[in-house]
């Protein structure tokens, strides 16, 4: 007797890594291989489907998943799931699972490049150098600021938080750190290996030389960092954001790095992605940006699509995904 296979909507084109996890237990379609799809789009395509396999660029809501009542599993491919309306996927019973730990290494690494290129000014150098500006060696050209021995302070020490001090050992730096709720597990351990303090909000925005920002975006992130805390930090203080674009207020900001309140800052992401050319952030030479590629690594994007493809298959074979967000939609 021949079975049928699930029917799995993927978003927009994912490694192929994922994909092959995919081939011959399920008849996946690929919505987009290139650009993002439309709300509308997404909630016309998933008709019929029984999983639905999004990137974090796609909003899935009550609307799309009443369009789709044969969905079991919203397998999300990424950390974050801001994207997914979770508590409407629990109502409707619909499992979401996201991508844990797999991008951990990859985004504390990413931040440590953006934090260097804004300490030492990379990217300034770069376009001074390519653009015929470099005549001669100046003692005090494109001056930056030291990391050795200087004191980095971590707003949310969870995984990529806690991954980011391990580094900052090398550097002999003086490592805080702000968590909403005490630490746990692994986190505690690394926070008592590097000797890292806990401190206040207000507190780790002063004392710090570099601020490496790692909390999820919630109603309380939201504009975290904003007019009143950019008043806090030392005017020789750089500021690094790969976690949520919206975690940091892009107006505040813009006063802070042009007004000399803040040093220079690095971004991975941005309130409003992708970010448009005529942005005034984009005008500011102490701001170094990148396209949202925390965890682009090829090993890593490869990995994210796998644990995807297998959290859906998972579900859809009648068992608890490996990371399911909502448990209590379980009944297993």
């Known amino acids: 007797m021949s079975t049928t296979l699930p029917k799995i909507l993927v978003t927009r084109k994912i490694p192929a890594a994922g994909l ?107 376009r001074f150098t390519r653009d015929g500006r470099w005549k001669t060696w100046e003692p005090e050209g494109l001056l930056g600021q030291d990391l050795y021995g200087a004191t980095l302070g971590i707003i949310g020490f969870g ?40 401190a206040d909000f207000e507190e780790l925005m002063r004392e710090s030389d570099f601020i490496s920002v790692h909390v999820p975006l919630t109603a309380d992130t939201r504009h975290l960092i904003g007019e009143g805390a950019l008043a806090l930090v030392k005017p020789t203080a750089v500021l690094v ?13 813009y006063q802070a790095l042009s007004s000399g309140g803040l040093w220079a800052a690095a971004l991975d992401v941005f309130e409003k992605e992708p970010v448009v050319p005529d942005d005034p952030l984009l005008s500011l030479p102490n701001l170094v940006v990148a396209p949202h590629l925390g965890s682009a690594s090829v090993t890593t994007r490869n990995r994210m699509a796998v644990m995807a493809a297998e959290n859906a298959l998972a579900a859809l074979a009648g068992h608890r995904p490996p990371n399911l967000v909502n448990g209590d939609v379980w009944k297993g």
């Open 159 to 198: 995984r990529i938080g806690s991954a980011v001090a391990r580094r900052a050992v090398g550097f002999d730096m003086d490592v805080i750190y702000y968590n909403p709720s005490p630490l746990k597990g692994e986190a505690r351990q690394v926070a008592e290996d590097v000797g890292a303090r806990s």
């Open 20 to 126: 092959a996890c995919l081939d011959g237990k399920a008849n996946y379609r690929i919505l987009r291989t290139q650009g993002v799809p439309s709300y509308d789009e997404v909630k016309a395509a998933v008709r019929g489907a029984d999983a639905i396999l999004p990137l974090l660029t796609e909003r899935i809501d009550g609307d799309i998943l009443d369009n789709a009542p044969t969905v079991k599993v919203v397998a999300n491919m990424a950390v974050g799931f801001d994207n997914v309306d979770v508590a409407a996927a629990t109502a409707r019973g619909v499992m979401v699972t996201n991508t844990p730990g797999v991008l951990t290494e990859t985004t504390a690494d990413f931040a440590w490049a953006l934090l260097m290129a804004a300490a030492r000014r990379v990217v300034e150098g770069d």
């Open 241 to 253: 954001n790969t976690s949520r674009g919206p975690v940091v207020d892009p107006a505040a900001l």
